[in-house]
């Protein structure tokens, strides 16, 4: 027994130690985890780069897209202006082209006298406003130009698009389309009367043209409707009255550096010089600057006149102008109801005030009898048409445009007249999603009119 508990301790063999891995074979181990990291950014920034590079690719085909169409619609809007100048052109052919007198036939078409069973005077003459009447758009133009093609896709061929030399077109003969080639887009142009506003160059003319245009402004800037504009300060802390406002347009204009002083009793110099100096109105900015002494080159620069603010913009930017000749009278055939107002006033004698005229209900009854002779917002009527309507109305005429004082008081009047030589036209156009819009004042002449004043936006 002793010998069998003196043996010694039997002990499980310890396992064999692990292999132990070679250096070369741990590196392979971490250079995977490093290659998975390397593989991960690498894809995070080539998806970067693939998306930057489609977002700039999209960015720049657009941009290109939005040139294109921005050339189309410049091309566009040019059209319509080369269209309403061609229109005006037709415009200043008819106004030229004597009309025979169609007063009884109008009277039998309206029955003899206008509703109301107030008798007026029938117009004299068909003053046709081609203008008003003509929409100027793209359509008129696909109207004029053939666009089909052919099936292969060419545009047609005119055989009589060239002429030979010395041929003459036979007039009898259906009008031919001509093929421009086709467009996309479209254009609209809107025509506006410049001669139907007040003229600010007309204050430094002569007596005889300064006294009744001075009058006019200051009938349109006192009206009270427009009160609300010259009852506080400005964002300059200036306050003016009307009268500040027209004596600051005079000395804008006129020659000399004197600041003018009013006085519409005077016949012969409605302004005369003072002593104060005209440019002490704009010391007071910074930079300093002075009165032009020189015509307006446009409508904006009245924006540097002492007293023209954004709100004094806003109520007579329409109602005035610096644009036609300085012998050019106001046109009588306006929609404005206020310019029509302030023609009222000019064929109303002025040295027998008739206290009617402020009567705003009063001035409405002869609007609408205006409105009636014309029949049509496109027909126009003569100065004498006008002043006998004002006349019906019981109102003292001035002799100098009173046909029954002065037989040639149509045409050698300088108050107001029937026809107009500068237009102003405004033309948009639009090709995909961009709009270009161009501005042109032109005043007719033997051509297409001469250009005055051009803008694009």
């Known amino acids: 027994m002793r010998g069998f508990f003196s043996?010694?301790?039997?002990?499980?063999?310890?396992?064999?130690?692990?292999?132990?891995?070679?250096p070369a074979v741990r590196r392979d181990r971490r250079a995977r985890g490093v290659a998975l990291i390397i593989a991960v950014i690498s894809i995070t920034v080539l998806t970067v780069v693939a998306t930057e590079f489609a977002y700039n690719t999209r960015v720049d085909l657009q941009l290109a897209a939005n040139q294109r169409d921005e050339v189309r619609a410049f091309y566009m809007a040019r059209s319509g202006i080369a269209l309403g100048r061609l229109l005006l052109r037709f415009q200043r052919q008819v106004d030229q082209t004597p009309i025979p007198n169609l007063g009884n036939m109008l009277q039998q078409l309206t029955g003899g006298a206008p509703a109301g069973g107030t008798p007026s005077a029938a117009p004299s003459s068909l003053n046709i406003q081609l203008w008003k009447l003509a929409r100027v758009d793209c359509h008129m133009l696909k109207g004029m130009v053939n666009s089909d093609a052919s099936a292969e896709g060419a545009p047609a061929q005119d055989s009589n698009f060239q002429m030979d030399d010395g041929e003459t077109p036979d007039p009898s003969a259906p009008p031919i389309r001509r093929s421009f080639g086709g467009f996309e887009g479209c254009f609209l142009a809107d025509i506006h009367d410049e001669e139907e506003k007040l003229n600010v160059h007309r204050l430094s003319s002569l007596a005889?043209?300064?006294?009744?245009?001075?009058?006019?402004?200051?009938?349109?800037?006192?009206?009270?409707?427009?009160?609300?504009?010259?009852?506080?300060?400005?964002?300059?802390?200036?306050?003016?009255?009307?009268?500040?406002?027209?004596?600051?347009?005079?000395?804008?204009?006129?020659?000399?550096?004197?600041?003018?002083?009013?006085?519409?009793?005077?016949?012969?110099?409605?302004?005369?010089s003072g002593f104060a100096d005209e440019g002490m109105h704009y010391d007071r900015f910074d930079p300093r600057y002075e009165a032009k002494n020189a015509r307006f080159d446009s409508l904006d620069e009245l924006y540097r006149v002492h007293g023209v603010t954004?709100?004094?913009?806003?109520?007579?930017?329409?109602?005035?102008?610096v644009y036609p000749d300085i012998n050019s009278r106001p046109n009588i055939n306006t929609d404005d109801p206020m310019m029509m107002y302030m023609a009222i006033l000019s064929v109303a004698d002025q040295t027998k005030p008739d206290p009617r005229l402020q009567d705003p209900v009063f001035i409405q009854e002869i609007i609408t009898q205006i409105r009636t002779a014309r029949m049509f917002s496109f027909m126009g009527m003569s100065v004498a048409d006008f002043v006998n309507i004002v006349a019906s109305a019981g109102v003292p005429i001035n002799p100098s445009v009173n046909p029954s004082v002065n037989q040639n008081a149509a045409n050698n009047n300088r108050l107001v007249g029937d026809k107009s030589q500068t237009f102003t036209i405004k033309s948009v156009g639009e090709a995909g999603s961009v709009q270009k819009t161009l501005t042109a004042v032109v005043r007719l002449d033997d051509t297409l009119g001469r250009l005055l004043y051009w803008r694009e936006e």
Request: proline fraction near 10%; charge should be negative.
């Open 7 to 22: 043996q010694k301790a039997r002990r499980r063999p310890a396992p064999p130690p692990a292999p132990v891995a070679a």
């Open 208 to 272: 005889t043209d300064a006294l009744p245009t001075a009058a006019r402004m200051m009938d349109l800037f006192g009206d009270k409707r427009f009160e609300f504009l010259f009852d506080r300060e400005d964002s300059n802390k200036v306050r003016v009255t009307p009268q500040d406002v027209v004596i600051a347009l005079k000395d804008w204009v006129d020659e000399d550096e004197v600041q003018s002083a009013i006085n519409l009793a005077d016949p012969v110099n409605p302004f005369a």
């Open 310 to 321: 954004d709100r004094f913009m806003a109520a007579f930017r329409d109602r005035l102008t």
